[in-house]
């Protein structure tokens, strides 16, 4: 039987200087103030807090002393990326400007989303416009029609005039009887 020692895939990481534990949050180990490992050193991402900037653990989401934040989220993608960092890990769009284009790219799709739409219904909309223009041609052919002028002739037809008085009189003869 072989025992494990602190090498082995038990062992917790220690710091590479001194040998004491590793917290595994910051990159300075807290008792001799070195860096507990030349990798954690390289990939260290400072604290954005201007009163901590204390150097964390890459893959950390917050610091380890003032529980500022580390990392952003990209507004494309959503995943997450150190804030120390130009553009985003996972899709590469860069973080400056990102809101503004993204509202942009939104603009755009919205607008060839409504070109579309249009395409689609013009040809709909052109024939009812058709045919309520056709309708109302036609509405206002056969309200105008000679058929419908037919009733006022029949009121002139039956206009009596039989009331009518001849009173002009004074001697004149309209009839010509002499």
Known sequence: MSQQGPTGPDASPTCSNCGAPDDGELVTC????????????????PCPN?????QCRWGKQKCGQCQAWLVV????????????TSNCLRCNEAFAGAAQRKAQHAQQQQHHQNMQQAS????????????AVGSAVS????????DSCSSVADSVDTFDNSSFADDVGGGFDVGGDD
């Open 139 to 146: 509405h206002g052919w056969h309200s105008h029609s000679y």
């Open 120 to 131: 689609v219904w013009a040809p709909v909309a052109a024939a009812f416009a058709g045919v």
């Open 30 to 45: 807290r008792f001799c103030k070195q860096a507990v490992s030349g990798e954690a050193s390289r990939t260290a991402i």
């Open 73 to 84: 989220s990209c507004v494309f993608c959503g995943s997450l990326s150190p804030h120390n």
């Open 50 to 54: 201007p009163n901590c900037r204390m």
